[in-house]
């Protein structure tokens, strides 16, 4: 069976479809390499002056959990021709030199070749005198390293399929559902599989009533999938990366392989 794409819906940094045609473990394969795709962070912090009422250990979490959007290509340190040192190619350097009263947002934050993806995140809060003075470097990472490198949330349900019989005039059965899946249309119950996860609530509600049988089964090669980026990436090149991370360890494998004949 050819592999299809059906697209259901599409945000600003949300995106869901439906992928035929694929079994489980490519669709967790898909899901566990999302955090194999390089995302650029703050990694280091020196600070010069903290003021704030926050420790050097707080803020610098805070920063290195601020999602980034490159301008330019960066390359990851380990792959990079200066040998992990640090340099334009691999390292991103940001400024912070501020002083209060004021609420110190991301896009106080200065850099060339990197942008934040949210200049109104607030930072922190500093009262009058209070200053903070610091430098931050942004490497490429993975999410299998830090989670602050995860450019997004992937994940997926299998695709269910429904079978009704009977269940004419059931009108109660708009309750059971969690996800309001059901609805009634010429009085006959009708679930939605898109809303529907699988549950079985009105299985089992179904077993009770007379002339009534509701069956729903997990398909093994239709899934949905919903990913949310962070603001990093757009959401359907979080899919396409995953795809090729999966390609460059399938390479790798076949490289590694050679080494036996």
């Known amino acids: 069976m050819a592999i299809k794409i059906e697209k259901l819906s599409k945000e600003k940094e949300k995106i869901s479809f439906i992928v035929r045609g694929i079994n489980n473990s490519v669709a967790n ?14 990694d280091t912090v020196e600070f010069y002056k903290n003021d704030s009422a926050l420790y050097d250990e707080i803020l610098a979490h805070r920063l290195g959990l601020v999602p980034l959007k490159a301008t330019k290509t960066f390359v990851q340190r380990g792959k990079c021709t200066c040998k992990g040192k640090g340099c334009l190619k691999c390292t991103a350097t940001f400024k912070l030199n501020t002083k209060g009263p004021k609420t110190v947002y991301t896009q106080d934050l200065k850099s060339k070749g990197v942008e934040v993806a949210y200049p109104e995140m607030p930072l922190i809060f500093l009262n009058k005198d209070q200053e903070i003075q610091l430098t931050a470097e942004a490497t490429l990472g993975i999410g299998k390293e ?9 994940w997926f349900n299998s695709y269910p399929i429904i079978e009704i019989e009977g269940c004419a005039g059931a009108e109660d059965f708009v309750k059971v559902c969690p996800r309001k899946a059901i609805t009634i249309k010429d009085k006959r119950v009708s679930i939605d599989p898109l809303k529907c996860d699988i549950c079985g609530a009105c299985v089992e509600y179904s077993k009770n009533k007379e002339k009534c049988s509701i069956k729903i089964t997990p398909s093994e090669e239709d899934f949905i999938f919903y990913i949310e980026s962070f603001g990093q990436t757009k959401p359907e090149e979080i899919f396409i990366d995953a795809i090729k991370a999966i390609d460059d360890n399938l ?11």
Request: hydrophobic share 45%; glycine share 2%.
């Open 29 to 42: 394969a898909i899901r566990r390499s999302v955090l194999e795709i390089p995302t650029l962070a703050i």
């Open 146 to 154: 830090h989670a602050k490198f995860t450019p997004g949330l992937l």
């Open 251 to 261: 390479d790798k494998i076949v490289k590694d392989s050679k080494k036996f004949k």
